[in-house]
């Protein structure tokens, strides 16, 4: 899901360096170690029964309700203005093609799952059309491209968003497009996506008719104030994810990852829906620093998200956390190939 904003800036080195493969697993490996640690700690409290999966589930509840609405207002509001998401609607656009392109995929292949259960089937669909699209690609952006590569990550978030909240809805309800859909649409996260486009909306507004707030108002810091809080509750989204992703990696069987489906999963998370996101993201005309990025996101593993929105939405958590765990593991080869045949 989104991160925290973070400041924008350019590093001229980071952006002209080329590193071969094995510096770059190097580097992926390292940037990797904190969710691995987060997610380490939630496999450690589920073994010592702190966390069962009751409590898993109402923790999800908590995430998506909660803490992840605040990281979304927090991150558009502070990241974003109106005149920058009009004039650079190719990066949101190109990130939402990647999570079309992986939905249409997963629905295509959908059939071939017809023995599994109902809840597998879901899961299975939302893993396809979703990638870890924020954290870490902004960890391996940064430490190859520099920071100018984090703000188009940032930014690209917002089209994923859309698509999580719509098509990964669909497909973790089974639902058709009807009103009982669009009513599953009207979530908080959603409602929380809308409330910060309204937000920069009106702030462009204001800023043109200069009514806007001045610094040290009791409006701008009221402002302000609330943005800090939700920041402050948006920072636990990766956190409690992560733990929420070990306490159920706890729970798994070992059959659950060395199995047909999950080889299949994998081999179509990592290396078909990227093929065919790169070949479409090669052809369109765009520039160098945003086809990079988004390459780099079209590559991903698994969300982690993905296991909370299982729990959430009452799927088969256990296959999204061998999904994630498998696919995590398998990254640390396949991205830095990726990038090698695709960036050159």
């Keep these: 899901m989104g991160v925290p904003p973070m400041k924008h800036g350019q590093d001229a080195r980071a952006h002209t360096c080329k590193q071969e493969p094995p510096t770059i697993m190097l580097t992926l490996f390292i940037k990797m170690l904190p969710l691995v640690l987060m997610t380490l700690a939630g496999y450690m409290l589920s073994k010592h029964r702190v966390i069962d999966a009751a409590f898993n589930r109402q923790l999800s509840l908590v995430l998506v309700n909660v803490f992840y609405p605040c990281l979304i207002v927090s991150s558009i509001v502070r990241s974003f203005t109106w ?28 059939p071939l799952l017809r023995h599994h259960t109902e809840g597998t089937r879901r899961c299975y669909h939302f893993i396809c059309m979703a990638n870890n699209y924020s954290f870490l690609p902004i960890l391996i952006a940064a430490s190859l491209w520099g920071e100018m590569a984090v703000a188009l990550v940032i930014f690209s978030s917002l089209g994923a968003e859309l698509c999580v909240w719509t098509l990964g809805v669909k497909a973790l309800t089974g639902q058709k497009l009807d009103r009982r859909f669009l009513r599953n649409l009207v979530s908080v996260p959603m409602l929380a996506l809308l409330a910060s486009i309204i937000i920069l909306v009106l702030r462009s507004q204001l800023t043109a008719c200069v009514l806007l707030p001045q610094d040290g108002t009791i409006c701008h810091s009221l402002f302000e104030t609330i943005l800090d809080t939700c920041q402050m509750m948006g920072s636990a989204t990766i956190p409690t994810s992560a733990l929420i992703c070990g306490a159920r990696i706890a729970m798994l069987h070992p059959g659950r990852i060395l199995s047909p489906l999950m ?82």
Excluded: K, Y
Excluded at 292 to 298: G, T
């Design 83 to 110: 005149d920058s998401l009009l004039q650079n609607w190719m990066i949101p656009a190109g990130a939402a093609f990647i999570f079309v392109t992986g939905w249409l995929i997963g629905r295509v292949t959908l």
């Design 263 to 344: 080889a299949g999963t994998c081999l179509l998370r990592l290396a078909v829906i990227p093929a065919l996101c790169i070949a479409g993201l090669l052809v369109v005309p765009m520039s160098s620093e945003v086809r990079r990025v988004l390459i780099l996101i079209a590559v991903q593993p698994a969300a982690m998200a993905s296991v909370t929105m299982a729990e959430a939405f009452d799927c088969d958590a256990e296959f999204s956390a061998a999904a994630v765990l498998a696919t995590h593991v398998l990254c640390l080869v396949t991205i830095p190939l990726w990038l090698t045949v695709a960036l050159g």
